[in-house]
């Protein structure tokens, strides 16, 4: 993986693959209260056959400028990203949060994005009024409930529970504005719009976004492709990374019409 480098407010990483005219840029937007460490184990492995870059949206971990309370508004720092670095037509790969982000992009900016994949993510994102009292209150222990709901019982140890501490390095602020943002997002009556080409990936045991989620996606969206990720939770690019690896790689190469190898 290389290093940390930032383009305005955004921080991000990329793998070791560059950018060229032949296959499409990859884009990992991570959920919320998370930073681009979210995706370590897809840029290691992806980045090495397409050219990937994982963010940190602004006022995330190493990010500058401030956090945003409405998905429209991290859209369009994405929107500014891809303009500033010349990046057309990418695939963007959105968890939760990020898969809202994802959604708003594809339905009003069709024309800049090639295609997204929705990871662990719904048309709704309410949120329940204890969670904002949690992160105000007690941040320490809403680290602790992310990991206990985020990670399926099959995969928490206590390397899993590092794992999570790394890339939830925000402060309560903004990670009360991104659930915020999350609260108010809707796209039940605006999925007929998209017309890009769609993965929906979710997780058997997800229980921040259920699998009923995933299939109300699938169903909306005109041509979009399901895969459910066994033996994992809301988590599941982090817990089972060859599997989500291979799907996104599978779906990328469908868009190309490239040879793909197994994993």
């Known amino acids: 993986m ?35 460490d979210f995706w370590n ?30 998905i429209s508004g991290y859209a369009a720092d994405i929107l500014d990203f891809l303009d500033r670095l010349e990046i057309t037509a990418p695939v963007i790969c959105g968890l939760s949060m990020g898969g809202a982000i994802v959604q708003h992009l594809l339905i009003n900016h069709a024309n800049t994005i090639k295609a997204g ?35 399926s019982p099959q995969h928490q140890s206590e390397t899993m529970f590092k794992r999570v501490r790394a890339f ?4 309560p602020q903004v990670t009360s504005d991104d659930f915020i943002a999350c609260n108010e997002f809707d796209t039940m009556n605006q999925l007929h719009r998209i017309t890009a080409p769609v993965l929906v990936l979710g997780a058997e045991d997800d229980k921040l976004t259920p699998v009923k ?43 190309t019409h490239s040879h793909t190898e197994k994993l």
């Not at 480098?5 to 921080?11: F, K, L």
């Not at 994982?54 to 401030?66: D, Q």
């Not at 007690?138 to 680290?143: P, R, T």
């Open 2 to 36: 290389k290093n940390l480098t930032s383009c305005g407010d955004i921080a991000y990483v990329s793998g070791t693959k560059h950018q060229n005219t032949g296959d499409p840029s990859l884009i990992f937007v991570h959920g919320a209260g998370q930073t681009h």
């Open 41 to 70: 184990r897809q840029i290691d492995t992806i980045g090495d056959r397409y050219h990937c870059m994982a963010l940190s949206l602004p006022g995330h971990g190493e990010s500058g400028g401030k956090g945003r309370n409405l």
């Open 117 to 151: 994949i929705l990871v662990n993510t719904g048309a709704r994102l309410k949120v329940l009024p204890a969670i904002f009292e949690v992160i105000s209150n007690d941040f320490d222990h809403f680290i602790d409930m992310v990991y206990a709901q985020g990670v």
């Open 168 to 171: 939830t390095d925000c402060t």
């Open 213 to 255: 989620y995933a299939h109300f996606l699938v169903d909306s969206i005109r041509g979009a492709k399901l895969e459910i990720i066994r033996k994992a939770g809301h988590f599941s690019p982090v817990e089972r990374p060859e599997t989500v690896n291979r799907a996104i790689i599978k779906f990328v190469g469908g868009l």
